[in-house]
């Protein structure tokens, strides 16, 4: 019921959205049309994006009208990402809402096609859960032949493989801040791979970066470092959960120490934000776990321990609601004004 509702409205909002919302809308509406006409066996071999190109060919097929690439991206995006909320929690209407309030929702409306690879990725990371690796490495590649930064997920599997614990995560802690250290030799292969992201530096290429204020990024990356702090204190402990949720919480907060960190480092940078989203997105499952530890540490009753997480819940869609609206009368990702096709 919930998932139905959430898939109807949101999805419905981002797929008859007119062009003008959505920075880059405009932009995927001429590809479309574009790609439509002129692909061939050739340009697809040739495609920077080739999964997306030949995905957009056929749907040319069905119709020229650019509407129905940003209605099948908006579909694609929030029925995937409904499936992976489902496998991971089961607090699914905190966890959908969490996905508004943190503005993902809204920036899935600007960088659409990255949005696609990005919920790929995260349906074939619920695989390797499952234990089905072969499916995880076919939607990992999906992934990257629709987006090349999707190269990142490939952290996701070695996180994956490493059974974490509190000394490992300090050393996580560590290896990250010394890693972003080097940022400026790293961006510069990074462009060296991926020529296309040049347009985000600036004159001096790799030294500095051009910056934005994104909606008080600095701030939301400190609301998630308060709960990775607590979530390195129940991993420390050793918190009496089963194996299949320990395994989850532990997976989740390496996920979570490296995007915060990035967030520290980098908070207003333009570059490393669009490839940070891939962890940074991660915080809607993560942040529920830890709501529920702490109503578990508060009391042992059952009934008390659910009242108390309601109210959590509660405080934290209200903490998170702020930034969302400074966020949206800064206009990030260019959605305000909204109006319909």
């Known amino acids: 019921m919930v998932f139905g509702l959430f898939i109807l409205f949101f999805g419905g909002i981002s797929a008859f959205r007119n062009h003008t919302v959505g920075t880059d809308t405009n932009l995927y509406a001429y590809l479309y049309q574009h790609m439509g006409m002129t692909s061939g066996i050739t ?136 890693t972003l250290l080097l940022y400026s030799k790293l961006v510069n292969l990074f462009i060296i791979i991926f020529p296309i992201y040049g347009g985000y530096l600036g004159e001096s290429r790799g030294i500095t970066l051009e910056t934005q204020s994104n909606g008080n990024q600095l701030i939301l990356t400190l609301f998630y470092l308060m709960f990775v702090i607590l979530g390195n204190y129940f991993i420390a402990r050793d918190y009496d959960l089963n194996y299949k949720d320990y395994q989850k919480l532990r997976f989740l907060n390496a996920i979570m120490i490296i995007s915060t960190m990035i967030g520290i480092f980098f908070y207003n940078n333009i570059l490393i934000n669009r490839i940070s989203i891939y962890f940074t997105i991660y915080a809607i499952l993560y942040i529920p776990k830890i709501l529920k530890l702490i109503s578990k540490k508060l009391t042992k009753n059952i009934f008390k321990q659910k009242i108390i997480l309601n109210y959590l819940d509660l405080v934290t869609i209200i903490i998170t609601f702020i930034p969302m609206i400074f966020q949206l009368a800064k206009n990030i990702s260019g959605v305000v004004p909204y109006s319909f096709m």
Request: no cysteine; proline share 1%; net charge positive.
């Open 43 to 178: 340009t697809l071999k040739n495609s920077k994006f080739p999964l997306y190109e030949l995905y957009n060919v056929i749907l040319y097929k069905l119709g020229e009208s650019p509407q129905i690439i940003i209605i099948f991206n908006a579909f694609v995006v929030i029925i995937l990402m409904s499936s992976v909320i489902y496998f991971w929690e089961n607090q699914y209407f905190v966890v959908s809402i969490l996905y508004v309030t943190l503005y993902f929702f809204f920036i899935s409306m600007n960088i659409s096609r990255q949005f696609v690879a990005m919920s790929i990725l995260m349906f074939g990371v619920t695989e390797l859960f499952k234990g089905k690796r072969v499916k995880f490495w076919t939607f990992y590649f999906m992934a990257i032949l629709i987006h090349s930064t999707a190269v990142i997920g490939i952290v996701f599997y070695v996180l994956f493989r490493i059974k974490w614990t509190f000394r490992k995560n300090l050393i996580l802690t560590g290896l990250t801040a010394a």
